[in-house]
Structure formats: C-alpha cells, structure tokens
C-alpha cells in the first residue's frame, strides 16, 4: 500500500482519490469499536509509525521495496479488526509521507492510496471469507489465504499501474516494461508480508501478547540497526562516488598540466632543489640542443653559463629561504654545441603534497635573437661602421675612466694621440671615395696592430683618428708611439691595384698636464695636430702651456671679434700706390685695422686668419669694400682727376669662393656710386691657383661688373704662367719678400725682372710692394718696374692722413717724395 514518492498525477485524480479516502476513514470511525482502542492498539500505532518512517527514510535511496507498511497493517486486520488497520494505514501514511515531502498534494495522494487500498482490502476480505476476528486464533482456512492473497494480488495490479503511469509521466519511459517490474516485485513483497503478518497474528495469539510486543521490540531493534546500516553503507557508497569523482578531476588536472608541460611553446622543467633534472620538455630539449635522455643525465649547473651561475644560485637560494615567490632573471646556458643560448629564466617552488617534497619549476625562453639584436645595436652605437673601431662616445668614455684612474694612482701616465691625415681630402677627390675609404680601412689596420692591447684607437669621423695609450712610465713613450705611427703609415697601402701613400700630422697630449676633463685633454691633442700642420705637416707635436695659451688667445679673439663688428672696432687704413716715373699717386690699397679696448692694436696677420677659419670674413670683408669704396668716391668727388684714383681691396680666400660675391659686390658698387673702373680686387696668387676652373669663371664675372682685378703676392705661390694669359688680369703685385732682399744680380732680383717682363707681355701693369729704400726704388725703375708701395712713400694711414696726401698732391699734381726723416718717422711729405 505504498505509493511512488514524487510522481505527478492529474488534479482530478488526487480529488477523487482524496474523496474516496475520506469516505473510507469516515466509514472505518462509525464501525470502529471503543474496545480496541488498548496497549496493544496505542504500541502497535508506535511501533508501524517509527519502524514505516525508518523504513520509508531508507528505502528512499533505495529501488527495491520491502513491504514493511503492509506488514504492519496485516497483522492489525488479523489481531484487531479492519477499521483498526484502516485507520492505522491513515495515520502511518500521513506520518511517512509527511516526512518525506513538503508537497501538499503528494501528502494527500499517498494518503488517499493507502486509506482506500486498505479499505478495500479489508471489505474485499471479509466479503469473501468472513470477520477477521478469531481468524487467526481458528487458523486460517486456505480459503481465508486466498482470497487475502488475491485481494493484495489486485492491489499490487493497481499501485503498480498508479506508479508505471506517474514514472511513465514524469521521464517518459516504456509503461509496459515499468509496470511489469513493479508489479513483479510487489506480488512478492505483498506475498511475504501476508505470510509474515499471519505468522506473526498466529504467533501472537498462541504465545500472548507481552511475548509478542518482545519480540516487536527485538524487530525494532533489528530495524532499526538494518535502517542504520543502511544510512551507513548509503554513506559510504556517496563517500566512494565522491572520492572517485575527485580521483577522476585529479586524474584529469594531471593530464591536462602533462600535456601542457610537454606541448609548452617555452622551456619547462621540474628540477629538485640540487639542481637535478626530474622532468624536462620537448622545447627545453630544442633549446638546449639535448635529446630529453641526454639532457635528464645532466643537471642546470651543468649547462648554466659559468659567469651566469653565481646569480642563478643566490636567486634560487632567495626561493628556498621564502624571501621571494618567483625569480626571474636573463642568463645565458651553454648548449650541446657549446654555443651560448641566452634566454629569459623564471622559477618557482612547487610542493609535492603528496610526497611533502619540494622542487623547482623552471620555465625558459629562448631571447638568443633579440640578446644578438640588442647587442648589434649597442655595438653600432659605439663602433665606426666603416672601420669598426670605437667611436667619439667609446673613446671619451675610455678616456674618462683613464683620467680617474691617474687621478687615483698619479705615477699612471696616459696619453691621447690626436692623427690627422695631412693629403686624404686630394685622395678622396683625385681618386675617389671608394679609394678614399679603403685607405681608411687600411690605416685602422695598421694603427691597431700596432698597438699593445689595453691602448684604444678609435676614428672619429673624416680622416680623423685618436689614440688612447694608457700606463706609460714617461711622455716619452708617447713620442716614440708617434714616431712608430708615423713609420707605419709612411708605408704605401696597396689599393685597387695600386699604391697610396699618406703622411699623417699628429697632435699628443699627455696627461702629465693633470687633466679633469676628457674633452680638454682630446681638444688639446687637437691643437697640437694643427699645431704640427701648421708647421709643415707629416710631423708630431707635443702640447704645453704655451699652445694652450695660444689656443686660449684664438678662442678669446673669435669671441671678440664677433662683438667687435657690432661695436664698429674696425676701421681701414689707406697705403698710397704711386707711379715710379714721376711718383704720381695712383691710389690706395685698403688695409683692415682693429683696435681692441683692452689690447689695443692688433695686426691682421693675427686676425684675418681667425676671421677666415669663423667665417667671420664674409661680413668684416663686405664691411671694408663699402667702406673704402664710399671713401673713395668721396676723395674723387673732392679731387676729381684723369685717370681718377683708384681703390685696391683685398679680397680673402672664403670670399672669393663665395657664391654670392658677384652680388656683393655690384650691390656695393651700385649703393656708393663709386665707377666700377676704380674699384681694383686683389686675390691671392695661390687663391686663384688652388681651383683654376671656377677661379677663371669667378674673375670673368667680376671683370664683368667693370671692376680691374690684381693678383697679389706674385711669386709666391706656383703659378702655372700657360693659365696666367687666360685670366682677365689687370695687375701683378709682386711680392715683398722679393723687393726686400733685391739686389745687385742676385736671385730675387732676376724674379722680380721677369715678372716685370711677364706682365709686360700679357699687357699687365705691375706694382711693386714693400719698397722701403731708395736703393730699391732706383733698381726697379731700371727694370722698368711702373708702379710702386711701400713704407718709402708711406706707411698705410688713417682716412685724414690719405685725404692730406691727396691733397698736397693735387694742388699741382706733385710727385709724392719722401725724405730722410721722414722715412724713419714712417710719415709722407711733399717736397716742393
Ligand atoms: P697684403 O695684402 O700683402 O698687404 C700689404 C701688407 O704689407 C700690409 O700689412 C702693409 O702694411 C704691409 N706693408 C706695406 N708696405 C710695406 C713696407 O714697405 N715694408 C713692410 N714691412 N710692410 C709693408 P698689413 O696691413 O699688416 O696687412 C697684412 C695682411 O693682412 C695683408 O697683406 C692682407 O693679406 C691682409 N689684410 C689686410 N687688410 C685686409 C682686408 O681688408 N681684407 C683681407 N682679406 N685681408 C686683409
Ligand atoms: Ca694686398
Ligand atoms: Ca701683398
């Protein structure tokens, strides 16, 4: 009389159910007799209430069915009555489902099954057989089993039908195979629980009823010990299922970390604290060269960088002691091949809670590219690309730590050598670059082989090259060195097939002068390189006090100058040009002056050089054209004449390589109105020589703007004379250093004649300079010398010392002749 727990049922089916019952224990109240309500009612009621829920709690996890509930209600049909066993089969039910379901309509549903089977049982049973009562004392007649068995046959067919339908309903199952099973197995249920009841009926009445509510207690005791059992071995099945459940999430875990340990796209491994391989992947094995065999019979000391060991150690021993999760760190393994792999290296603990041991996990990853790009890159940073020595940044870094260390040990002397090839920009122009650069290549060949090991040469761009020659006993070690450079290079370097030679001009500056600074001791190196050019080139000089003086002093200068065109310093000076037949003035060549507040007079052998080299010329040199020419034009408007006075301005080199000149100087011409005609330029003999083709072009537009053109300081340069015809030359000035030392027949005298001679042919007049005595005067005039300058007539003077000339000249248009005493003086005079 048991009912499926939570099925579901139509609505209509639970009402009518539920009515039925109703009327089933209403009926069952009316026909229920006082006189059974006693001990045995009251302990029977306890004990089919506590052993039902017992029972009905186990048998909940459990499919097969043991009748207990049916028992129960026999054996109170058998020993009291049905209404008894009707209303006891109410109260049980109710007591058991409510227990296992909070469902109202489930609560009912159970109840109404068990209430209206029992009923019906109990009237089908007397119907067929008879009153219950003395039944079991009588024994029972085989008609009486029958028909019980029958009837509990019947209500097995319909709970088993109820059940099938309400499974059937709820997971959608075959109903023939549901019923089948279910009613199979409560037929022989049922057919025990009737057999036990009537033994248990028969028994009770033979013994009495105290030795049966023994043996009930004993049968609660075994209930509740097998209801026990049950929860227990219930327990220990959900404990298994559990454990297995978690072995196989474990199981899974591991497989899963195998995998992934074994297939990582990085280096993995397990490795005991002692550094001994315990489980290596597929690309540790790739990256280290090693078959996983292989690698397992080694350990990571083994195969960690010497230099690398000591910090992967005590970055380890920082893991262990617990000072730091991970550890990480880029180091370097040596593979099988005994290359180097660099790679980036991260480990941490891992406890075995298993075996309560401790290892590492190691993961690596191979960076050996980017380590290689890296350093590429740092080598280029500091390394000359052509010539692969350290550049400028290396030097100066090695020549910092060289003056800290003479600056911690005194008695360590150093010395940095400052080479400069004396003829690279011809090579380079005359035979190319691809030459040019191969001469470089071979010379810092040549500077490194011939240097001890701990020495630095280094190239700092163009044909510049430094030395660093560290722990020297004495400075003159570092002259040997350069003597020893020098040798080397004299050699020829064979090149494309043919010989090159070079000289270099070297600049040594020894740390003996007590350096603080890397860039004072390189500049100084410097100044002693263009010191020995200077000197002639393909030669060596030492730096002292007095260059740096000197350096010091240029340095100053150039800073002076600069605000000396703003404050006006410069002013021109004039120095007459005269005719030698008569000694007519013919005009003046303008000379630059500067007068310096703190230094006073400074001559321009000292500063057109400096402004040459600063570009300072560009300016000063357009500020003395416009300023002589506005002069000029003045003293022609005062002293109109035929031919009129000229104006002679130098011109620098810079200058006159200038792009913009032309511009210049027809701007000047066109602001001062000055007639081109009287405007004379004098260019250098070795300026126009040094670049024969744009000098040619450069002179032919000049000429073009009407202006004339001198060459000054003839004969001092190497003038090709097959050119000198092609220039549109007006005048050759001849240089002072000739007329100075003419005299009878000797050399100078013969050049100066043939200048003479030259000019003449080429249609050229000629200006003598530097004409001091009278003994000079008297021999040009014999070679036929037309024009002349010179301390004889004048020194250069001021813009009132010229306009005076000019005006005692010009009143008669007399001679300008010097006297006695005035030619020491240095002053011009008219002699009447
Ligand atoms: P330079 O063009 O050869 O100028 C002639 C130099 O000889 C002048 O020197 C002049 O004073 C000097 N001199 C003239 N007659 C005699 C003499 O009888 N005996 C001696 N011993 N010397 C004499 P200064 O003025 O000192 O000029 C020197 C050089 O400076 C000039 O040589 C010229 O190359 C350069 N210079 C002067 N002014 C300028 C200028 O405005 N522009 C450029 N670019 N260079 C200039
Ligand atoms: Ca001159
Ligand atoms: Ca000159």
Redesign the pocket.
């Known amino acids: 009389m048991e009912i499926a727990g939570s099925q579901r049922f139509p609505k209509w089916f639970v009402q009518a159910s539920t009515a039925c019952a109703a009327v089933a224990v209403l009926i069952s109240l009316y026909r229920f007799p006082a006189r059974t309500v006693g001990l045995p009612f009251l302990l029977l009621t306890l004990l089919a209430v506590y052993v039902c829920s017992r029972f009905s709690q186990a048998q909940a996890h459990e499919r097969r069915y043991v009748p207990v509930f049916e028992t129960f209600i026999l054996v109170t049909m058998l020993l009291l009555d049905g209404e008894a066993a009707v209303l006891l089969s109410a109260l049980v039910a109710l007591c058991t489902s409510l227990q296992r379901s909070k469902n109202s309509t489930s609560v009912m549903l159970k109840l109404a099954v068990a209430v209206v089977s029992t009923f019906l049982i109990v009237w089908g049973v007397r119907i067929l057989s008879g009153p219950f009562a003395g039944a079991a004392r009588d024994g029972y007649s085989a008609w009486f089993l029958q028909s019980l068995w029958a009837l509990l046959v019947v209500q097995s067919v319909v709970n088993a039908s109820v059940v099938a339908a309400g499974t059937t309903y709820k997971i959608k199952q075959s109903v023939v195979l549901n019923w089948l099973g279910s009613f199979f197995w409560r037929v022989v249920s049922v057919t025990l629980a009737a057999a036990v009841a009537c033994a248990a009926a028969t028994g009770i009445v033979t013994v009495g009823a105290n030795a049966f509510f023994a043996l009930a207690a004993f049968g609660a005791i075994c209930a509740f010990a097998y209801g026990s059992y049950n929860e227990n071995s219930r327990l220990r099945k959900e404990q298994a299922r559990q454990n297995e459940k978690r072995d196989r999430a474990f199981y899974d875990n591991a497989e899963r970390f195998r995998s992934a340990f074994d297939h990582a796209a990085i280096g993995m491994a397990l490795v005991t604290t002692e550094g001994r391989w315990l489980q290596v992947n597929r690309s540790l094995c790739d990256i280290l060269g090693y078959s996983d065999r292989e690698l397992l019979a080694t350990d990571f000391l083994t195969v960690t960088h010497p230099d690398d060991l000591a910090t992967a150690l005590s970055n380890i021993g920082q893991l262990l002691k617990g000072k730091a999760a991970t550890t990480q760190m880029e180091k370097r393994y040596v593979n099988k091949n005994g290359h180097v792999v660099w790679v980036h290296w991260s480990a941490s603990l891992a406890r075995d809670s298993y075996s309560k041991s401790v290892h590492l996990i190691f993961q690596i990853q191979d960076i050996t590219d980017r380590k290689l790009a890296e350093q590429r890159l740092h080598h280029d940073a500091f390394h000359d690309s052509l010539t692969g020595l350290p550049n400028r940044a290396l030097f100066m870094d090695h020549l910092k730590l060289a003056i800290a260390r003479s600056q911690r040990h005194s008695e360590q002397l150093f010395a940095v050598l400052y080479l400069d090839l004396d003829r690279f920009k011809i090579i380079n122009d005359s035979l190319g670059h691809s030459i040019g650069d191969q001469l470089l290549i071979g010379i810092a060949d040549r500077l490194t082989k011939n240097l001890r090991p701990g020495d630095t040469v280094a190239r700092l761009g163009g044909d510049e090259f430094t030395i660093l020659v560290e722990d020297i006993a004495e400075e003159r070690e570092s002259v040997q060195i350069a003597e020893r450079i020098q040798k080397e290079l004299s050699a020829p370097f064979q090149i494309g097939g043919r010989e090159v030679f070079t000289t270099v001009s070297l600049g040594i500056a020894p740390s003996t002068t007590g350096y603080e600074q890397a860039e004072d001791i390189l500049r100084d190196a410097d100044t002693a390189m263009y010191r020995a050019k200077s000197l002639g080139k393909a030669r060596y000089e030492i730096f002292d006090k007095a260059m740096h003086a000197r350096a010091i002093n240029l340095l100053q200068l150039e800073t002076d100058m600069r605000r000396a065109i703003e404050r006006q310093e410069f002013f021109v ?1 004039y ?1 007459p040009i005269v005719a030698l037949d008569g000694f007519r003035l013919q005009g003046f ?4 002056r500067w007068h310096h507040p703190q230094r006073g007079y400074i ?3 000292d500063f ?1 050089p400096v402004a040459e080299e600063t570009g300072l ?1 560009i300016a000063l ?1 357009e500020w ?1 054209l416009r300023e002589s020419c506005k002069q000029m034009q003045r003293w022609q408007t005062i002293f109109p004449c035929d031919p009129p006075l000229f104006i002679s ?4 080199s810079k ?1 006159f390589s200038q792009n913009d000149l032309i511009n210049q100087v027809s701007s000047v011409i066109h602001d001062t109105t000055i007639n081109p005609r009287s405007l004379k330029l ?1 260019i250098t003999e070795s300026v126009v020589m040094e670049n024969i083709e744009t000098a040619t072009e450069m002179l032919k537009d000049l000429r073009a703007l009407g202006v004339q053109l001198s060459i ?2 003839f004969g001092t340069g190497y003038s090709s004379l097959s050119y000198l015809h092609r220039f549109p030359i007006d005048t050759l000035k001849i240089d ?1 250093s000739f007329v100075t030392h003419m005299s009878e027949n000797n050399e100078n005298t013969e050049i100066v004649r043939t200048i003479i001679v030259l000019a003449q042919n080429l249609g050229m007049d000629v200006v003598a ?4 005595t009278k003994e000079q005067l008297a021999l040009l005039n014999e070679l036929g010398c037309e024009n002349g ?4 007539f004048s ?2 003077v001021n813009r009132e010392g010229a306009e005076k000339i000019i005006a005692d000249t010009y009143s008669s248009l007399l001679p300008v002749l010097p006297t006695e005493a005035t030619q020491k003086q240095g002053k011009t005079v008219r002699v009447a």
Do not use: C, F, T
Not at 649 to 652: H, I, M, P, Q, R
Not at 789 to 792: A, E, I, L, P, V
């Open positions: 000076h120095q060549e303008a000379l630059v001559s321009p052998m057109i010329i040199g003395v301005v130098n011109l620098s200058q004098e000054d300081d002072r300079e530097g004409v001091e300058q010179g301390y004889y020194k250069p």
